[in-house]
């Protein structure tokens, strides 16, 4: 496998975090959770954090475009994991408490087998020629997204190869307005993006219905926080607990190194999602002028939904209807 895909094998926390044993009524599910310290991590000062953008981050499913048939294409992300053989050797020896580094892997054969199109993520480790495991036991990837795939459907519904373009939702020219429009491919190449959307994670910021399916693209980074808190845990505490900008499932800093650092909500214990969340306490303007674009979309299509409501302006995304 010669290519590598972007992102970050692994966004570490912005704290060092500690494991502690959940109740034995929920062992079953989850023997453990994680949950943060007050000490900043290593990598975090390194990257020098105090000098990073903080940005929101978005609940979805991560993508990636590049090249795949000589066009820029979209990709969804799939982890490469052990079989069912391997991943109980492997738990066993997570539950032993002994050192993951000196678990042993044979490549070739505890691993589920991917598509010959997959392609590991950017700084993945190799060795003799083939990825190695992070330390979840997982290699991450990705899969180009075909049209029409009915694995990746949601993914598919978001991209028009025909046009080159993508449904984005992005911050507006005007302060205090998002904006969904097309994104031509071919400025979001090499980028990764978040999809969001009605059958996403249980659509954290209600978007559509089962009968109209809605799905956007949220490149990484795109909201940055405008008032963040400051490096202290009981400060962002306070900033997720008290303001309408801190309803977010959590902070991605963007270090000047190109290091990303992550704090979720659960790290402090907070739950998510939340009733209303600040992505939705925002009005929205939709800006899709067909006329630039030299192709028929297809009438079930969102490229088609939104092409209809070109100009059109709402209170909250979730408020977004098409007509039947």
């Not at 066993?92 to 199109?117: G, H």
């Not at 290699?139 to 598919?156: A, D, I, L, R, T």
């Not at 399916?213 to 008290?242: M, R, Y």
């Amino acid at each position: 496998m010669s290519r590598r895909g972007a992102v970050q094998r692994k966004v570490p926390c912005l704290f060092v975090t500690e494991v502690k044993e959940e109740p034995s009524a929920k062992r079953e599910r989850q023997p453990f959770k994680v949950l943060a310290t007050e000490t900043i991590t290593g990598k975090a000062l390194e990257a020098d954090i105090y000098n990073a953008i903080p940005t929101e981050k978005v609940d979805g499913t991560c993508c990636y475009v590049t090249t795949y048939k000589g066009q820029p294409y979209l990709w969804a992300r799939l982890d490469r994991k052990p079989n069912k053989q391997a991943e109980k050797r492997f738990k066993r020896y997570l539950y032993s408490l002994e050192d993951c580094k000196e678990f042993v892997w044979n490549v070739k054969e505890d691993f589920k087998p991917v598509p010959d199109t997959w392609i590991p993520a950017k700084d993945i480790e190799f060795s003799n020629g083939n990825p190695l495991p992070d330390e979840n036991g997982h290699m991450p990837g990705w899969v180009p997204v075909e049209k029409n795939s009915k694995q990746y459907c949601w993914h598919s519904s978001v991209v028009n190869y025909e046009a080159e373009i993508a449904l984005a939702l992005k911050h507006h020219a005007d302060p205090g307005l998002l904006e969904i429009s097309p994104v031509p491919l071919s400025e979001i190449l090499e980028q990764t993006l978040e999809l969001i959307g009605t059958n996403i994670n249980a659509n954290p910021y209600g978007l559509g219905s089962k009968k109209q399916p809605l799905h956007l693209l949220v490149p990484h980074g795109a909201f940055e926080i405008k008032n963040p808190p400051t490096l202290k845990q009981n400060d962002i505490l306070s900033w997720f607990e008290g303001c309408s900008e801190g309803k977010v499932e959590g902070i991605v800093w963007h270090c000047h190194n190109g290091c990303l650092i992550k704090l979720h909500r659960h790290h402090l214990g907070l739950r998510w999602p939340l009733p209303d969340t600040y992505l939705n306490s925002q009005p929205v303007v939709i800006s899709f002028n067909r006329t630039k674009y030299d192709c028929d979309f297809e009438p079930r299509s969102l490229f088609h939904h939104f092409s209809n409501l070109d100009g059109q302006r709402f209170d909250r995304l979730k408020d977004i209807k098409f007509d039947a």
